[in-house]
Every structure is written in C-alpha cells, then in structure tokens.
C-alpha cells in the first residue's frame, strides 16, 4: 500500500498557497512564473499573465470557491511541464546571435565591434553589449555604415583585381586564409564560378559566406597539408599570417591549372628577418618593404611563375603594416623547385 503526500494549501514556508486570479487577464504579456512545487509566487503576485498558465493553476491547486488538497508530486509535474512549454514562446538569445540571424551579410566579430560603438538599437535604445539577452520579435536596427564586403579584405582584393586586371569571372578559385571571407566575398561579386575557402581557424566565416552555394568551406585545414581538391582551380587568392607564402607555394601547385594565376597578399612582418620588424610587430623601414617584395617575387618565380606588377594595399593590416598585393601568371615549370 503506497502512501500518498498531501500538502494544504496555505501562506507558509513548508506548504504553497496560490490565490485565484483576479481582473482581466493580459493576453499581450507571457511570462513563465518562477516557482517550484515547494516555493509559490506571494499571493500578491499575478498569475494571469499567461491564460493557459492561469487555468492550469486554477484546475490543479485552488477552485474560486474552494480550498483543495492536491497531491505535491502531481502538481509539481504537470506546471512544470506547462511552464517549460510556454518558456520556449518567451526564449532569449544574445544580440549578437540575433543580429546574425537578421543579417547574415555581417560577420559576428563586425556586429560585435558595432555594438560596442553604440551603433545597434533594440527597441529604439542604444545597446552596449552583446551578450545582452534580447526576446524574439523586438526590433534590432544597425545604424553603422555598412561595408561593401564582410570585411576589408575584400577591398584590398577589389584594388588587386582592378589594378593588376585579374580575370575572376566564371572561375574556380581557391582562397587560402579565408578568416571572415572578405577575399571571397569579393571574388563572388566579381563573378567567381565557385570558390574554396581553407582556414586553419574554425567558426570564423561570416553566415553569408558559408550559406552561399558557390563556396565550399574547409577549415581546420593548413595549406601547407592541403590534400587536394575535387577539381583544378583557375585562381588562387592567398592570405596568409605567421607563416611564409613561399613555404606554401607546393601545395598550391598541386591544386592550380597550368594556366592559373595567383594572386598574393604580401604582409612584411611574416616575411622579414625578426631584427627587421620594429616594436608592435610592424615593419617601418622602406628598405625592408623593398627587401620583402624581391625576395617573394624571386622566390615565386622559381617556381615557374610570371611575376605581372605589385600595388600597396589601400587598407593597412590591422597593426597599422604596410602591405602589397601581387599578382603571378603560371607557365610551364622546368627542372625541379627549389624547395623553401
């Protein structure tokens, strides 16, 4: 013979008592009451926020007319159930994700620097932080100058392909240091068939890069160990940080058309000998820019390439470095390459 509790239903701390719900109730409002089956909101306390929450409560604890015994463990169970099914309706996320979901175009570390700069209203008000919960359906305006492409690497890109007249058009191209995916971005807008993203990072892509059909993303992926990929590529954009471009230059071989072009981003600080580059890791000295670019168009050339004119980048890197972007024709390599 099983033994049932029973608990009456009162004011005191050991029982739970809940007064009926009085007035109207407010249909535009949803909230999920926080109590437990030992612990009930003071009767003062509203519960007809919610009409499918006041019901439940009315038909499980307390009639208008009456007090009633209830057994704990069967009223504990069905409102929270109840609460947890009207909790999903009310869920919140951080601005920040909610702003990714809104605008996919942006990269989450974009919209975080933008909310930081006071530059997202909710509700009309300035937001300040990012994780900031925010509920479904509330208004989210940026009021930030949008950018052409999801980063500025894009622009750097764009002054190459104008500059240096790269043909990306109806290409298949392979983009190394992909991070956010400015390059890529770029590379579509100017028409590229499809594009390989490679990253060694992870979850750094805007949503608008990885969503879109012409791109393939391959993260946690060192260039230098690039397998392959399913098909020749006719362009190769290269991005690279903290490491060499002519140590990866076999595997981009592997991976490019006899008559591919390449087109570098040169960053002197990855480049130049450590007594070179100055305080902050930036690289000032014109004669080492210098010293930099013939090393890497005699190094790639070496490997069978046509060096075709260099630009200094529009757009500083984000230490303040000057950089270059150059620009390489493949023709038909002779004898073995030298080895970096």
């Given amino acids: 013979m099983f033994a049932y509790l029973y608990v009456f239903i009162s004011r005191s701390i050991k029982y739970t008592r809940v007064s009926p719900c009085k007035g109207p109730v407010s249909d535009g409002r949803q909230i999920s009451p926080p109590w437990s089956s030992t612990i009930t909101p003071p009767s003062s306390v509203s519960l007809c926020h919610n009409r499918e929450l006041e ?58 620097s933008w909310i930081l700069q006071g530059k997202v209203l909710v509700d009309g008000k300035r937001a300040s932080k990012a994780g900031m919960p925010v509920a479904n359906g509330v208004s989210i305006k940026i009021t930030a100058e949008v950018p052409k492409y999801v980063c500025r690497g894009g622009l750097k890109l764009e002054a190459a392909i104008e500059k240096l007249d790269v043909d990306v058009s109806e290409k298949v191209v392979l983009d190394s240091g992909l991070s956010t995916g400015g390059f890529t971005d770029c590379l579509l807008r100017y028409g590229a068939a499809h594009v390989y ?27 230098r160990y690039l397998p392959g990929l399913p098909q020749k ?21 592997n991976v490019m ?47 069978g390439f046509t060096n075709k004119g260099f630009i200094e980048s529009p757009i500083k890197g984000a230490d303040g470095n000057i950089e270059f972007l150059v620009r390489f024709d493949r023709g038909t390599v002779k004898g073995e390459e030298e080895e970096y």
């Avoid at 439940?56 to 929270?80: E, F, H, P, Q, Y």
């Avoid at 690279?240 to 990866?248: P, T």
């Avoid at 072009?261 to 820019?289: M, W």
């Fill in 197 to 223: 993203g490679v990253d060694v990072g992870y979850g750094q892509v805007a949503d608008k890069i990885r969503n879109d059909k012409r791109v393939t993303v391959i993260e946690r992926t060192n260039l």
């Fill in 55 to 112: 019901l439940a409560v009315k038909s499980l604890l307390l009639d208008s007319t009456r007090t009633r015994w209830v057994r704990a463990g069967d009223a504990a169970s069905s409102i929270r159930c109840l609460a947890f099914a009207i909790r999903g309706k009310n869920k919140k996320q951080r601005l920040d994700e909610a702003c990714l979901e809104r605008y996919q175009e942006y990269s989450r570390a974009l919209i975080q």
């Fill in 233 to 253: 590529v006719d362009v190769v954009t290269l991005d690279l940080s903290f490491i060499s471009i002519l140590k990866v230059m076999p595997a981009v071989m």
């Fill in 257 to 303: 058309n006899e008559d591919a072009t390449l087109v570098t981003l040169v960053k002197p600080q990855f480049e130049a000998r450590r007594s070179q580059v100055g305080r902050g890791g930036i690289v000032r000295d014109p004669e080492v820019h210098q010293e930099v670019l013939e090393k890497i168009i005699n190094g790639i050339e070496r490997y």
